[in-house]
């Protein structure tokens, strides 16, 4: 190993002087007695820790420049459970940490534990109890801070409320992770503020919504909306952990489930047929039931329809959001019904619900789609007769033509020229499409679909 305090200054000065021609060099990062430093990759490894950030070095006439790469892995945990907020359950507390942090260390350690809560207003009447009760039979020091987080009012003011408040209460960044409780603006929100204070707190994600159970919860992204745009601000920070308990449906409106069912419905188009079928079949017994299993149910081998059909819309989104977590990669599966849904849905909010303005984006691009050959009319029928069979839109009156094209310019700007289109190609498949739909042939798609489905609509 180099003893670096034993080098000249004038062999460094010489290294970096305007007489060297291009010249490039790798570094590893090793970690001795607490000390990074940089090896060149020819030399043998000191014994250390190794990081896999790398340094690269270039010398020219001009000077000398230095390239940093540094992998970012992030570790979170998506646990599906039954009774949360019984306060013998642990997850709410604990389900975050892994294995090599064992949580009988932590919580028997003379520290109190503590932890601040976001919880949506309608959430908090309805089971702000049940979480009182759980963190006083827990011996948790607590705050539990209702808010109205809605479409509406999902902005930075209620980011800067909520870091006021955790703020006053105080948080280990390290070890007190941030809870928040219910649907999908909460849900970002309060992400967005953790993302945000002290450059990154962990938090936990509690849906309480359908929708957010299936999207917003899962993923990395926060944020709020801005400048008359949907979710123009925000971040890409994953939770710690995402707990899942479907039990929280039960208090939801048939409209709310219909709704998050839109997001299960284009994970089933975009790569599952199985889920689709299912949907197909059973879609009408899962809103009447809220996707609640029944008693007997629970103890069968086999999974029954509501356990089976969240599982897989899950885990199909987990599989596209994992390897592109940070949307490096733009063309994405899960991007389809969102061409055209966030212009729809900020035209006419509060009116349309997230989920109900992505079903009408699915299924004027489902007429997209059997325009270019790539669905036949029976899948095209199918489709649409199952989306009505949840109880979503597949049409609306303010989804005009200039909307439909205005949206469409939009994306195309936004996304490096390219207009990335998701499109079903069959029954549970579908691939990205870069190319432009022609004006006319947009609006032979546009009246072919305000003609068969206008009836249906608002």
């Not at 190794?50 to 420049?65: C, P």
């Not at 409780?181 to 849906?207: E, F, Q, W």
């Amino acid at each position: 190993m180099v003893d670096r305090d034993r080098v000249g200054w004038r062999h460094l000065a010489g290294r970096y002087s305007g007489n060297m021609l291009s010249n490039k060099s790798k570094f590893n990062l090793v970690q001795i007695k607490g000390t990074w430093i940089r090896q060149s990759e020819q030399c043998q490894l000191a014994e250390g820790k190794l990081s896999g950030a790398k340094i690269y070095e270039n010398q020219s006439d001009h000077g000398v420049s230095w390239t940093v790469v540094s992998p970012i892995v992030f570790t979170y945990r998506v646990t599906q459970c039954r009774n949360l907020l019984d306060p013998t359950n642990d997850t709410l507390l604990w389900g975050h940490l892994g294995d090599e942090e064992p949580q009988g260390a932590i919580s028997s350690s003379s520290k109190p534990v503590r932890r601040f809560v976001v919880i949506d207003e309608t959430v908090n009447r309805l089971y702000g109890s049940q979480v009182t009760q759980y963190f006083e039979h827990r011996q948790t020091v607590y705050k539990i801070l209702p808010l109205p987080a809605t479409e509406e009012n999902k902005c930075l003011e209620l980011v800067t409320r909520i870091l006021e408040e955790i703020h006053e209460f105080g948080v280990d960044r390290r070890s007190e992770p941030i809870i928040a409780i219910g649907g999908g603006v909460c849900l970002d929100v309060v992400g967005l503020a953790a993302s945000l204070y002290r450059r990154r707190t962990p938090y936990i994600r509690v849906p309480t919504t359908l929708l957010s159970y299936v999207d917003a919860s899962v993923g990395a992204k926060t944020g709020v909306n801005f400048a008359g745009g949907k979710n123009k601000l925000g971040s890409y920070v994953p939770p710690v952990a995402t707990f899942l308990d479907r039990s929280f449906f039960r208090t939801l409106p048939p409209r709310q489930i219909s709704n998050g069912m839109a997001e299960m419905l284009k994970m089933a188009l975009m790569k599952h047929r199985g889920l689709f079928e299912l949907l197909e079949a059973e879609g009408g017994k899962l809103l009447r039931s809220k996707l609640q299993s029944c008693e007997s149910d629970t103890s069968s081998e086999q999974e029954d329809s509501a356990t089976a059909s969240t599982r897989i819309a899950i885990e199909t989104m987990l599989e596209e959001l994992a390897p592109n977590l940070w949307e490096d990669d733009l063309d994405r599966l899960v991007d389809f019904g969102h061409l055209i849904s966030p212009e729809l849905e900020m035209t006419v909010l509060p009116a349309l619900l997230h989920g109900e303005a992505v079903n009408i984006d699915m299924s004027f691009m489902v007429y997209v789609a059997h325009q270019k050959g790539l669905l036949t009319a029976e899948e095209k029928g199918r489709i649409t007769q199952c989306m009505l069979g949840l109880g979503l839109p597949v049409w609306h009156r303010d989804c005009t033509l200039a909307l439909v094209q205005k949206s469409l310019k939009e994306r195309l700007k936004h996304c490096a020229g390219s207009l990335r289109m998701p499109l079903p190609t069959g029954l549970g498949r579908a691939e990205i499409f870069h190319d432009l739909i022609e004006d006319d042939v947009l609006c032979q798609v546009f009246q072919k679909w305000t003609d068969e489905l206008a009836s249906t609509g608002n």
